[in-house]
Every structure is written in C-alpha cells, then in structure tokens.
C-alpha cells in the first residue's frame, strides 16, 4: 500500500496511521502524565507499572508521556531554523549575475559541509553544554550548507527562464520575482526535501540526546531513554523497546507524509482516453473527430465547391438511363 501506487485520499491512511500515535503522545502526553508515584525497584514489571519501570524505577509509561514533546519540538525548530536561512541565501546565489557573491555564499558553506554533523555536534559539546534551545541551533546550522545547495540546485533551472528577465526588465520587485516565480516553481521539490530533512533532523537530535548533547542524563527524553534503559533490556525490554518504536514511528510516518502529499492523484483507468475502446469517449463521437476521420481518407465521391457532380456515363449495351438518375440525385452530391 504504497503513496505512489495509491489513488485519492487513501494514499494518506498509511502514513497517518504511523504517526498519529507517536505524535499525539508527543504533543498531548504531558497533559495526562500526571503526577511522579513512588518509586520502585529497577527493571521491574508490574506492581502498578503495566510497562515496567526504568534504571531509577520511575514509570516507564509516564516517561514515555513525557518525553516526546522534546524531540518532536527541538526537530521542528531545527528545521525551520535551518529552511530561515537557506531559502534567502539559496535564492540570492540563484538569481544574481556576480559570480563574486556567489563564491562568498557557497565557498564557507562548503567549508562548515565538510565536517560531519555528529562529529561537529561533540565537538562543541565537549566545549559548551548546549540545552535544547542550543541543541536546535547546533543542528539547524549544520543542516544549513546542504539545504542551500537544495535550494539553489532547485531554484537554478526556474532563474535561467526568460521569463525571470522579463519580469526584471518590468521592474518587478526582487521579493516578487524571487518568491513569486522562482520559489513556487521549485515548491514541490522543496517541500519534498523538506520532508526529507525533517526525517533526518529527527534522527540527529534523537542520536544527540543519545549521547548526551542537549539533555540531562535521567531527562525525560525518548531518545535517552533508549541510552540509559538499554542496560537492562534483556529483563525489561519495554523501557527500551516503547521510545525506540515511537521515534522510528514518528520519522518514518513523516516521510511518508511528505511523501504522499506530493504524490499526484493518480488517474482511474476508465478515465484514461489511451485505455478506452472505440466509442466510449463522447468527444471521439462529436463532428470535429468525423471532420478528422473524412480528411485521413480519399475523397472519391466528395465534389468540389462551385461545381456539379458529373453525370453517369451511359450504359454501352444500348437501354436508356433510369428515370430520375441524373446529376441531382447522385449519391455523392
């Protein structure tokens, strides 16, 4: 049941289906946690704890409530930090003419693209101790080289169209040009990247809180409680097997999202003209296809404007022509 090979509103059931929960208890959990219980033995099940407790014995469940709104919001503010910065300067080195400014645009990004992101992220947590509102800026600005080159790559085509030059030659504003023109013909593929990098974005944050970058160690976070729970996972696999499941959950379901929100609507094949029989389209059976069809084949009998058909020539064996059969009547006048 995949978005491209699925027609109408149904190719959004999947995709909804698999990340309406992870979602929901990211955006709603904390409403309903309620308040810390008492704590219990480590890596235990039951006792009031129907998923279990986690390495300090808090409830699984409640930590669980809690620990998506973190994610799902740090993912959210990285990308649309990092999109702010890379649509103007993707236009910008689309649609100006000096090649000096768009060597001082793209030549640094290249220089901060070059350093992997996990590797940039530790190196400034071994400096700094970024919290979340950091951990956001961290991983928007090492997304920020790869989204201008998607912009720029998906804008270029739509810049070089003449149209672009006629609409500067009419003094239409750079915003208008830019974002009116050039920026909505390059929607559907950035939307597509957009899906894509938000995918991505989950999964660096989810591995930077993994390891530490951006929350505490014993946070409420799904991404740490995968860290910190996996020692016990061969006696209490719910601790560790619950947030895993959400966040795979959540990126993959975002994908897909994206994913059949640019798919276009499928035709049905009855309503494919190529797939029809003779006589079933009702424009195939109007004057203009008879007027087509009369002109593909030898007009033998069609007589000229201006003139009379020609009389039949009489018969050799000597009767006289039939009553009635002359020009006028012929078939084919």
Known sequence: MSPRTTSGPRRFLLPLLIITVPLLLA?????????????????????GHWAGTDFVGRDVWRQVLLGGRPVVLTALAATALAYAVALPLGLISALTHRGWLEELLMRPLDVLLAVPSLLFLLLVAAVLTPGAVGLALLVALVNIPDAVRAVRAATAEAAARPAVEALRMQGESWWRTAVGYVGRSALRTLAADA????????????TAAFLGIGAEPDAADWAVMVDRNRTGMFVQPWAVVLPAVLIMALTMGTNLLFDAALTRRNRRPGRDRCDRGPGRDRRDRGPGRARRDRRSEPLECSPQPGRTAPAPP?????????????EKSHPCS
């Open 27 to 47: 955006l709603l959990g904390p409403l309903f946690a309620g308040e810390p219980g008492p704590r219990a033995a480590s890596f235990t099940l039951g006792g």
């Open 195 to 206: 899906g894509v990098r938000l995918t991505g974005v989950l999964y660096l944050v989810a």
């Open 314 to 326: 009489p018969p050799t064996d000597g009767t006289p022509p039939a009553p009635g059969r002359d």
